[in-house]
């Protein structure tokens, strides 16, 4: 070793896939330069290293969450948490008591199961509200129920016409219930909303992304740019110190993107900072199912998602071709059965080799299509933790939409690992929490609509937040193990997450956790 290293960590069980009976790692400006015993720490160590004794902990490769939105979910995790409650009643009851923020009542979390099958309609509410203007997310991030005050203030008064799968639901008078269908719909209500000062933005993402590491997160793959003003943001908090977590953010593109806008977001490709950089681009094939806009090869049981969320879905084979040949690679949120079909049908148009192509969630998909995803190097990346929004008997929303055949087939991560597809695990905070360790239990031992599939070996789970997540963002010769030259991202865990059981690594504490070489958590 030519130089003493910044930081060592002894007393360890490695756990690599390539490594056994290690139990000591030298770091030095942000890499991994020695593994070897306790032996060897003396030699090692120089006058400015700091040893840290692990204690028989198990030191894995740092854990990234493969799918998350910390910057873009702070703005959707503002207001009063609805994620507890499960019926009308206790809809009502949390937001008769709601604190306003500037007038509104905003609120996030909220479970389409709590409706019971009636329709998503802002009457069912507006008598708790005292006239206050109301905007709730539901849980997925896809669509949320503003009040007839909220409607007025935005000035939506009818249903309007939108360039990619959006909709400002109407009852058969054309008045809006209030129920606002994807993105571009929920967007409407953007100018009006609260805004969140930039001092509270930058202060609750630090805040965030602290937690984080406290839950064995050294990185995350964000699915989204965040808005336009977030480099700034991330290269201002990084003047003052460092970030908690290594960040590979996702910028969007939606439908009609011309070919300016694509060349725009391959030059976004060059944006980079300490722990943090622009990488790949993020589409959207479909919605989700309990809001009909997951896009189906058979429409739901109301008669919903036989449309793409690309009203053209050529035009969106033609926007990845044209990134794909400018060397970025893309992921693509596809949900339905349909949607997964084309995307792998698009990535098999590419030919010959390029960037890595993934697909995000995979909620449902059939025999036919599990082995394509090997056979054509597309990244399956998936969120176990989605699950507890299903149940076993199929009575929630997304079953009864899919129906008995369909909801058989949900999150089959273990037939993608055994079909041989690379795949990467997450949580897809803020639709789930993105506590590392429930992402980790849940691939083990699935939940919901899920529950009756195989779960996944501890070994898999750890190689879907390490080797497999490495392997989707297109880092698995700098990142994912524990190995000379590899960058200093890891976790240390009190217990041994593929050996112990999964309700026990569910709340394993976590001793330690390392990103860039820097300590970001210390129990």
């Not at 990234?64 to 009502?92: K, Q, Y």
Request: charged share 25%; net charge negative; proline share 6%.
């Amino acid at each position: 070793m030519s130089a003493a290293p910044d930081l060592v960590l002894a007393g360890a069980r490695v756990r690599d896939p390539e490594l056994s009976r290690h139990t000591a790692v030298a770091v030095r400006d942000g890499l991994i330069t020695a593994v070897g015993d306790d032996t060897d720490v003396r030699a090692w160590r120089g006058p400015r290293t700091e040893v840290v004794d692990l204690a028989g902990a198990t030191l894995t490769p740092g854990l990234t969450d493969a799918h998350s939105h910390p910057v873009w979910g702070l703005e959707m995790f503002t207001g009063t948490d609805l994620s507890a409650v499960t019926d009308l009643d206790g809809l009502r009851a949390a937001l008769k008591g709601a604190e306003r923020r500037d007038g509104w009542v905003l609120g996030f979390g909220l479970d389409h199961n709590v409706f019971a099958g009636r329709p998503v309609h802002h009457e069912l509410i507006e008598d708790v509200l005292d006239g206050a203007p109301a905007f709730l997310r539901l849980y997925d991030g896809h669509s949320a129920l503003a009040s007839a005050a909220a409607l007025a203030a935005a000035g939506i008064d009818g249903p309007r016409a939108f360039a990619q799968r959006s909709e400002v639901v109407c009852d058969t008078a054309g008045r809006p219930t209030g129920h606002l269908n994807e993105h571009a719909a929920m967007d409407l209500m953007t100018p009006v909303l609260p805004a969140q000062p930039y001092a509270e933005r930058r202060d609750r993402l630090v805040e965030l992304l602290s937690a984080m590491a406290a839950t064995g997160l050294t990185g995350a793959h964000v699915m989204d740019l965040g808005g336009h003003d977030v480099p700034g943001l991330l290269a201002a908090i990084e003047a003052d110190g460092d970030l908690p977590l290594r960040l590979r953010l996702a910028p969007w593109c939606m439908p009609g993107a011309s070919t300016e806008e694509l060349d725009e977001l391959v030059r976004l490709q060059e944006r980079v900072g300490r722990l943090w950089r622009i990488g790949g681009v993020k589409f959207f094939m479909d919605g989700t199912v309990e809001g009909g806009t997951a896009w189906l090869e058979h429409a739901d049981c109301h008669g919903q998602g036989t449309d793409a969320f690309w009203p053209d879905p050529a035009a969106y084979t033609a926007a990845v071709r044209h990134l794909h040949r400018a060397g970025v690679g893309t992921a693509t949120h596809a949900i339905g059965d349909a949607a997964v079909r084309h995307v792998l049908d698009t990535v098999e148009t590419l030919g010959g080799p390029g960037p890595r192509h993934r697909i995000e969630h995979i909620e449902t998909v059939p025999d036919d299509q599990l082995g394509r995803f090997a056979a054509l190097g597309v990244v399956a990346s998936m969120q176990p933790p989605h699950t507890a929004y299903t149940r076993a008997d199929h009575t929630d929303e997304w079953s009864r939409r899919l129906g008995e055949e369909r909801a058989e087939r949900a999150w089959r991560c273990r037939d993608l690992r055994e079909a041989g597809a690379w795949l990467a695990l997450g949580s897809d905070w803020p639709i789930a929490h993105y506590d590392a360790r429930q992402v980790l239990a849940t691939a083990r031992s699935p939940r919901g609509a899920a529950s009756a599939r195989p779960g996944l070996t501890g070994a898999m789970a750890l190689e879907g937040m390490t080797t497999h997540a490495a392997r989707a963002a297109g880092e698995e010769h700098l990142a994912g193990r524990i190995a000379v030259g590899y960058r200093a991202d890891l976790t240390a865990f009190a217990v041994d997450p593929v050996d112990a059981p999964a309700d026990e690594t569910a709340g394993a504490p976590v001793r330690l956790t390392v990103a860039g070489g820097r300590i970001t958590w210390r129990s």
